[in-house]
């Protein structure tokens, strides 16, 4: 486990703003295999690298959909942040999560989404390390065999907080057309560790099958 208190300040950053309108429902409340839900995971395996230094990014309005992620599930000391405009994708989460960062001293934010349910601890705490070794560049997981970049499994500086919201003004609002042209380092991870979940049939056969019957 990473001392986060003897360590630069690191803002931990769960994305659960998505409005899970393929799952139906919001992915953060779906039962995790190892027990409680993907939120409950999440925010622990967080909780673990980086302490107390908390905070969720949610929908802009949680009475949009059925399928956004209710804040009032999250534990008191959570801190919440909310898009600021809705449904302009992943971008505004991050942007949104740096400025927060930013005017609370952080020198960055160490982003994950809600729907990972393989991703481990050990996989940020060596991510953070990583990072601290350049601390002013972009450093985001990529997947090997096949090879693919994870735009929201990262930690991204402060300092990037502008050309962040050139993406989120931009057209296109897309952080992986936006690391195309920016300069960056990546850190390896199984492609197993990366699974997403975002349809009820990307969820985990072998959990599946444990449930009761309807």
Same mark, same amino acid.
């Given at each position: *486990?990473?001392? #986060?208190? #003897?360590?630069?300040? /690191?803002? !931990?950053?769960? /994305?659960?703003?998505?409005?899970?309108s393929r799952m139906g429902t919001p992915k953060g409340l779906l039962p995790h295999p190892n027990g409680g839900t993907y939120l409950d995971h999440s925010l622990q395996r967080l909780q673990s690298v980086c302490g107390k230094h908390i905070a969720v990014s949610l929908a802009a309005d949680e009475m949009d959909a059925a399928s956004a992620l209710p804040s009032d599930i999250l534990p008191a000391e959570i801190t919440r942040l909310r898009d600021a405009r809705p449904n302009l994708?992943?971008? *505004? !989460?991050? &942007?949104?999560?740096l400025q927060h960062a930013a005017s609370n001293g952080y020198l960055g934010c160490l982003f %994950? $989404?809600?729907?990972?349910?393989?991703?481990?601890?050990?996989?940020? #705490?060596?991510?953070?390390? %990583?990072?601290?070794?350049? $601390?002013?560049?972009?450093?985001?997981?990529?997947?090997?065999?096949?090879?693919?970049?994870?735009? /929201?499994?990262?930690?991204? $500086?402060?300092?990037?907080?502008?050309r962040i919201q050139s993406v989120v003004e931009s %057209? &296109?609002?897309?952080?992986?057309? +936006?690391?195309?042209? %920016?300069?960056?380092?990546? +850190?390896d991870l199984p492609a197993s560790r990366l699974r997403n979940v975002n349809t009820p049939a990307d969820r985990d056969p072998s959990f599946d099958r444990n449930q009761p019957s309807e």
């Open positions: *486990m990473i001392d #986060a208190a #003897a360590e630069p300040r /690191l803002l !931990g950053v769960l /994305l659960a703003g998505g409005l899970s994708g992943p971008a *505004m !989460g991050v &942007h949104v999560s %994950t $989404p809600v729907d990972l349910p393989d991703l481990l601890a050990d996989d940020l #705490a060596s991510l953070i390390q %990583t990072w601290r070794e350049q $601390p002013t560049k972009i450093l985001l997981a990529r997947q090997s065999d096949p090879e693919r970049l994870q735009p /929201l499994v990262g930690i991204y $500086p402060v300092s990037d907080l502008d %057209t &296109h609002r897309s952080l992986y057309r +936006f690391l195309q042209s %920016t300069d960056h380092r990546t +850190f």
